[in-house]
């Protein structure tokens, strides 16, 4: 059973950049496909990026429209370590960002398809 405990955020202008990370043990990162979720207050948790497998996808990677060409997720098996790197942020960027990790549905979309999540860690974009 893996744990994953992110980190990295904070408060930041729009326009502004933060750069996430999550840390995986008690597992093999390399077996998981990883992703990254929001929850602002109110709403549901949302899609954000993930990254597949280096065996089963080749970590691709994939995004929400809403973060496309903005945020880049990317993944360092060696160090059980996945980052999001958010630029040019927004106020409706907001909200709390949690880490996520998959056994079976490689690349997923789904909040439902991850069966492992973190804590997850505030970010906030000031206007």
């Known amino acids: 059973q893996v744990q994953l405990v992110e980190s990295g955020g904070g408060l930041v202008q729009a326009g502004g950049s933060l750069r996430l990370s999550c840390a995986a043990s008690?597992?093999?990162?390399?077996?998981?496909?990883m992703g990254w979720f929001r929850q602002a207050p109110g709403k549901e948790r949302e899609f954000v990026a993930t990254?597949?497998?280096?065996?089963?996808?080749?970590?691709?990677?994939r995004y929400a429209d809403s973060v496309k060409g903005r945020f880049t997720i990317s993944r360092d098996d060696a160090k059980n370590t996945v980052t999001l790197q958010m630029s040019n942020l927004k106020p409706e960027d907001t909200s709390v960002y949690y880490c996520?990790?998959?056994?079976?549905?490689?690349?997923?979309?789904?909040?439902?398809?991850?069966?492992?999540w973190g804590q997850g860690t505030q970010v906030t974009v000031s206007s």
């Open positions: 996520a990790a998959t056994t079976y549905y490689d690349g997923s979309l789904s909040v439902n398809s991850y069966n492992y």
């Open positions: 990254i597949g497998t280096i065996r089963f996808s080749g970590s691709r990677s």
């Open positions: 008690g597992g093999t990162a390399r077996n998981y496909g």
